[in-house]
Every structure is written in C-alpha cells, then in structure tokens.
C-alpha cells in the first residue's frame, strides 16, 4: 500500500540521514587534530613576535641610558672608579646571587631597572624583558644602570636620581670620598626613599640603614667588629 511505501521510505531516509550525519562527525574528528595544531602554532608564533618586541623595548631604552650616563660622567657612577662597597652593599641587601644566578632567573635588580623604565608593565612582560636584559647585556651594566637611574629622595621639591646625585645633595661630596656608614644609609634611602628619608624622619633612617649595615655584615662585605662600630654612628648629613 502506498502507506507501507511511505513508511519504508522513511525508514530508508533515516538510515541514510543518519549515515551522513555519522560521516560528518567522523571528518571533523579527523581534521580536530589539525586546527589544534594550527592554533597551537598561530599561539607560538604570536608570543614569539611579542616577546621579541618586549625585547627590544627594553634593549634600547638600556642601551640609551647607558650611552646618556657615559656622555655625562659627573652625574653618573662608573663601577670601574667607584669603591667596591657600593655595589657590593647593595647587592648584600636585596640580590646577593646577582652574579651567579642564570640567565633566565630574573634578578631583582634587573626586575627592579625595568620597572623603572615601564612602572605599569604587568608581571609577565617585566619577567619577558628581564630575561631579554640579561641575555644581552653584562650584569655589571645593568647594575650600573640601576645605581645611576634609581630614585634616591628629593631635595627641596627636586627628584635626586642616582647615587651620584644623592652623594652630593645628602652629603655634599662625591662618592668616592664617602664612609662606609654613608653609603650604607644611601643603600638604606634607595629601599624607600620617602620612609627613610632622612631629614625628614632621621630615626627610621638610621634604623634602616644599620640594618644595611647588618646585612654587609651577614654577607661578609663586613667584618662583625665592622658593623658594630658603624651601627653607633650619626647619620653625619651635610646641613
């Protein structure tokens, strides 16, 4: 009857509805693997090209300022002609495995310079430049860099950058002719330049800067006997 006509022929339409459908899915399952791989490579690529435009943001933003510091030599430190206790005072208090950690571990000076250089870059894009620093450019430079770019306080409503700068407005002299226990109460401004500052609250910076002190002493740059004589005395500013 045509009924039973229509009704195989609906069975028929069905079966084969469904094998196509069966079809479908099979193709699609075997091209999955290949737009996975697809994206996964667009990805690798995209954070490539990202990374290295990181890398060059920071790579000539350093290699200015290094060249701007060696053309003006009076406002800038040299680690070549300055004491040793500088650098080493500082890496005592907040990186002491600067010099031998790898090169894809981000040191905290090197965190700290690009953050200088880009104050709302996210954690991830610091980490990026840090290590493309480090890569490309002596640790001795990027060191000096930061020693010459940090903020160090103000005086009289003026920014201070740098230790050669903060030298001369805290103490009226150079560097070179600088005290342990001055340089250690620098090393203590550059931690928090407004808490420590120390005209302003001159106990929490002779606070601070025993405890510089203290930490030469834990990372031997000085003796215990050292430290105890220079703990006792004043913060000696120029008036």
Known sequence: TIREVLKRRSSETQRELQKRRDQMFRDKGSRMPLLIAAVIVL??????????????????????????????????????????FLPNTLLAVIDPDFYNAGTTTVSPVTRRLVRLYFPDASSINVRIMAIAAQMKFDRTDILQTYINDVPMGEDAGH??????????????????????????????????????????????????????????????VLSQDQGNALVKTPLGLAP
């Open 43 to 84: 990805a690798i690529a995209a954070a490539a090209v990202y990374g290295a435009i990181l890398a060059s943001r920071i790579s000539g933003r350093l290699t200015a300022d290094m060249h701007q510091q060696n053309e003006h030599p009076v406002d800038n430190i040299s680690l070549q002609s300055t004491t040793a």
């Open 159 to 220: 920014p201070i950058i740098g230790y050669a700068n903060a030298s001369k407005s805290y103490f009226h002299q150079p560097m070179a002719q600088l005290q342990p226990q001055q340089i250690a109460l620098l090393v203590a401004i550059m931690l928090n330049p407004e808490q420590n500052d120390p005209r302003r609250f001159p106990d929490k910076a002779l606070a601070s800067r025993n405890q510089v002190i203290q930490d030469d002493v834990g990372q031997t």
